[in-house]
């Protein structure tokens, strides 16, 4: 089991930046693809950025791309999510999942093996 804890949201004025955290416990943390997906009110969950087991390779969706970085450090357990330049599209719930490093990264909602509750991100206009 790995449990998940995502950390860092809130409400920031479009044009501000935020740093999303996950802690993780439980299993080798190192040994998980990590990913960060978000679900605005009304709409499916969407991929946002994922990051290979040893953080060589990255990935974006389009609409954060440029804006988001991914990263995470090992030995702290830990994945972040620095959110910069943000729009009130950005309005979500902010989730951490992470996915087995015997795979190979795939950056859809039903590949995920373990999540975190959310944290909840608000840009206002």
């Known amino acids: 089991q790995v449990q998940l804890v995502e950390s860092g949201g809130g409400l920031v004025q479009a044009g501000g930046s935020l740093r999303l955290s996950c802690a993780a416990s439980?299993?080798?943390?190192?040994?998980?693809?990590m990913d960060w997906f978000r679900q605005a009110p009304g709409k499916e969950r969407e991929f946002v950025a994922a990051i290979s087991w040893r953080g060589g390779n990255t990935y974006y969706a389009d609409s954060v791309k440029g804006r988001f970085t991914i990263s995470r450090d090992n030995a702290k357990n830990t994945v972040y999510l620095q959110m910069n330049s943000l729009k009130p599209e950005d309005t979500a719930v902010y989730y951490c999942?992470?996915?087995?490093?015997?795979?190979?990264?795939?950056?859809?909602?039903?590949?995920?093996?373990?999540w975190g509750k959310g944290t909840l991100v608000t840009v206002s206009s």
């Open positions: 439980g299993r080798t943390f190192s040994s998980y693809h």
């Open positions: 999942a992470a996915q087995s490093g015997l795979k190979t990264v795939v950056v859809v909602p039903g590949a995920m093996d373990y």
